[in-house]
């Protein structure tokens, strides 16, 4: 009998073409747009040999042990594994693929959009002239500020802080500084970007330290920023705006204290939200799950 396979989330559908055409496994998806609920997934594991998620499902000891030891694969459609307990996949000896590459484009992109839609008040913007703010033309309403000549931050400079990078450059960006968990000397050679440790760029101190026309933005994860700290520092000017595509928690309820500032623009994080990349990202996690059940290398595995 083929090995079966359980699939938490109705995945864009050239993952799913994927499985069905492989005739390798037997899946069973949860098919809906909208997380599957625990207790169900805490049922439906029981037994598998594969699991698909998505970074909505915590897959933790618990479920590990409600799958038990048949599982031998876990594929995440998603770059990011903050979901996953990495020390309990590994003492089971069970291995991970994730999607990175295929995204990057899609999330710098985003990244850059973001900059953009906050550095120069574009969603203020559009909100005057729907709502009869635009009296007239004047000199310095709606003011904001450019790429050009500024100094860009890069917190993490993987694939995707080098790919940001890469597309500011000729919006005249005058310099890159980067932090990450140690220097990346051949990855910042290519953007020419100096690093600083990461204590000067820690989260307790760093908006304190950033300049009052300075603008944050994050499309990493909720958790590296505190978002007490944000708000005080966007709500009495000690920075000058800040774009987040990721907020603790996910939704982010409508009222919070943040969504009442001009100067917040929030998005439901969408960065990898192009159907180009949201289908590769679908057709990568079943090529990880087929590799990985038939004891080959994944096209992409994450060490543990
Ligand atoms: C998105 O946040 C991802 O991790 O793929
Ligand atoms: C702007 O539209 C200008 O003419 O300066």
Known sequence: TLPRVYVTRKIP????????????VQYELWDSDNPVPRQELL??????DGLVCVLTEKIDAEVLDAAGPNLKVLSTMSVGFDHLSLDELKKRGIRVGYTPDVLTD???ELTVALLLTTSRRLVEATHEAKTGGWGTWRTLWLCGYELANSTVGILGLGRIG??????LM??????????DVAPRPELASQIQAEYVSMEELAKQK???QMKN?????????GGVVNQEDLYEALST???AAAGLDVTTPEPLPTNHPLFTLKNCVILPHIASASYTTRNAMSALAANNLLAGLRGEPMPKELKL
Do not use: D, H, M, W
């Open 170 to 179: 000729p919006f005249k960006v005058k310099k890159f500084i980067y932090t």
């Open 13 to 24: 559908p050239e993952g799913l073409k994927i499985l069905s055409q492989s005739g390798e």
């Open 162 to 167: 080098i790919a940001i990078a890469e597309r």
């Open 43 to 48: 049922k439906r594991v029981r037994g598998v």
């Open 106 to 108: 899609a999330v710098a």
């Open 213 to 221: 026309t300075a603008i944050f933005i994050n499309t990493s994860r």
């Open 206 to 208: 760093l908006f304190s």
């Open 237 to 239: 000017g000690q920075i």
